[in-house]
T-cell receptor
């Protein structure tokens, strides 16, 4: 069974459109994340979220918003898409350590977004 | 916030040789240091990790060392094989599940 899944795998859209990427994890993890990987392969965290706290990377434009209908899902909604948004977006999840320490992250397969 | 630097950005080795990738971090509160391998077109996958209360950890051909005083940690791959070719990322995290990634090292193992 796939631990962390994302849909769609590929997304091609026009500039100015609004789109969503869905993420689901079946690991029972408490925290989920969204990362952006650009053409240079840099992995940048966009958001981390659990039922207590949303942590937003301050460099992320407010056109990006995470939406969590429940603990197993964290969707990424993007408004007014721009050319520079083209990248691969990875969802990830991890279990909260009992001491509050960081623990292993499991990544989804990625969504390749192309904005034309 | 945390700043993680990773070197080298590209590395080529002959099959059977060792490969070493180094990372430095800035936040002394960081206590968890995972390493990820990302093959072309695939997701990053954890290959080894280390916590700040340990100086070294080994798993078959892969080892990680941590120097808390100097704030650096390294990935060592011995007896490299062509299937080790990939991009490797280091990361650092402190309390709160904030992960900061290095810029990646593209490793090529030449048969």
């Amino acid at each position: 069974d796939t631990a962390v899944s994302q849909t769609p795998k590929y997304l091609v859209t026009q500039m100015g459109n609004d789109k969503s990427i869905k993420c689901e994890q079946n690991l029972g993890h408490d925290t989920m994340y969204w990362y952006k990987q650009d053409s240079k392969k840099f992995l940048k965290i966009m958001f981390s979220y659990n039922n207590k706290e949303l942590i937003i990377n301050e460099t992320v434009p407010n056109r990006f918003s995470p939406k969590s209908p429940d603990k197993a899902h964290l969707n990424l909604h993007i408004n007014s898409l721009e050319l520079g948004d083209s990248a691969v977006y990875f969802c990830a999840s991890s279990q909260d350590n009992i001491l509050g320490l960081a623990d292993t992250q499991y990544f989804g397969p990625g969504t390749r977004l192309t904005v034309l | 916030g945390e700043n993680v630097e990773q070197h080298p950005s590209t590395l080529s080795v002959q099959e059977g040789d060792s490969a070493v990738i180094k990372c430095t971090y800035s936040d002394s509160a960081s206590n968890y240091f995972p390493w990820y391998k990302q093959e072309l077109g695939k997701r990053p996958q954890l290959i080894i990790d280390i916590r700040s209360n340990v100086g070294e950890k080994k798993d078959q051909r892969i080892a990680v060392t941590l120097n808390k005083t100097a704030k650096h940690f390294s990935l060592h791959i011995t007896e490299t094989q062509p299937e080790d070719s990939a991009v490797y990322f280091c990361a650092a995290s402190s309390l709160g599940n904030q992960f900061y990634f290095g810029t990646g090292t593209s490793l090529t193992v030449i048969p």
